[in-house]
């Protein structure tokens, strides 16, 4: 069973840079699918990037294209998420989440949160103008 804690959060000046990470704890270390999302106050959760911590192939959403990182660490228990050039419109709840199947994990659009069915706690990202 895969548990996923994510860390990092936090507040920030317009320009500034975060990063995240997602730490998975699972026995087997094997290739996953790894999303990230996040949720404004009122707005519907938002699919911004994805992994596959076997490959390293990656997905974005065009909202963060450019200016976010994803990646994995050599032993696949942990992925980041690097924020840059960050907008008072990326103040949201982000949260990395686990996809089962692999027809789910990079569609070219970004991730969908109805295909991930692990959840992390959130952590928040507040960006100050």
């Known amino acids: 069973q895969v548990h996923l804690a994510e860390s990092g959060g936090g507040s920030v000046q317009a320009g500034g840079s975060l990063t995240l990470s997602c730490a998975i704890s699972?026995?087997?270390?094997?290739?996953?699918?790894i999303g990230w999302f996040r949720q404004a106050p009122g707005k519907e959760r938002e699919g911004i990037a994805a992994?596959?911590?076997?490959?390293?192939?990656?997905r974005y959403a065009d909202s963060v294209k450019g200016r976010f990182t994803v990646a994995r660490d050599t032993s696949q228990s942990a992925v980041s998420l690097l924020l840059n050039t960050l907008k008072p419109e990326d103040t949201a709840k982000y949260y990395c989440?686990?996809?089962?199947?692999?027809?789910?994990?990079?569609?070219?659009?970004?991730?969908?949160?109805?295909?991930?069915?692990?959840w992390g706690q959130g952590t928040q990202v507040t960006v100050s103008s």
């Open positions: 989440a686990y996809a089962s199947r692999w027809s789910d994990c990079l569609r070219p659009a970004g991730p969908r949160p109805g295909d991930f069915s692990v």
């Open positions: 699972e026995s087997t270390n094997s290739s996953k699918c």
């Open positions: 992994i596959d911590t076997g490959a390293g192939i990656t």
